[in-house]
């Protein structure tokens, strides 16, 4: 796969083959996401075609699967993509002023309700 544009915005990690139709290509940018991809297909005894090129963003590690084990496959990548994700908000005092902030927006919207019936 020589052409790995995304787009502006990127959805997914997986398109079409650009040549075989009959494939889909997952694709990572980190290594250790590609080894954890790769290890669960190697368990579950999926066969794949594994591939790597630079680009842009640097090393793009790509493994082509057939599409008739995409619905089991794009379950091993979401929870690949799920382990190593890092959470939206990092700092726990911020974690917690959200929740404090979103118990407070119920809390002031149920005796606003009551008041007023």
């Known amino acids: 796969?020589?052409?790995?544009?995304?787009?502006?915005?990127?959805?997914?990690n997986h398109k079409d083959h650009?040549?075989?139709?009959?494939?889909k290509v997952f694709f990572f940018?980190?290594?250790?996401?590609?080894?954890h991809f790769e290890k669960i297909l190697l368990t579950k005894k999926i066969p794949f075609e594994?591939?790597?090129?630079?680009?842009?963003?640097?090393?793009?590690?790509?493994?082509?699967?057939r599409k008739?084990?995409?619905?089991?496959v794009l379950k091993i990548n979401y929870e690949t993509l799920g382990k190593f994700r890092s959470p939206f908000?990092?700092?726990k005092w911020a974690q917690y002023?959200?929740?404090?902030l979103g118990i407070s927006l119920v809390v002031f919207s149920l005796i606003s309700y009551f008041q007023n019936n």
Not at 18 to 23: D, G, I, M, V
Not at 68 to 72: F, S
Request: hydrophobic share 30%; glycine share 8%; aromatic share 8%.
């Open 29 to 35: 940018y980190k290594k250790q996401q590609a080894d």
């Open 50 to 65: 594994k591939g790597e090129e630079d680009s842009a963003k640097g090393d793009v590690y790509m493994f082509g699967i």
């Open 18 to 23: 650009p040549t075989n139709k009959a494939y």
């Open 89 to 91: 908000i990092t700092n």
């Open 97 to 100: 002023l959200i929740l404090l």
């Open 1 to 12: 796969m020589d052409d790995m544009d995304e787009g502006l915005i990127k959805l997914t």
């Open 68 to 72: 008739t084990d995409n619905q089991e």
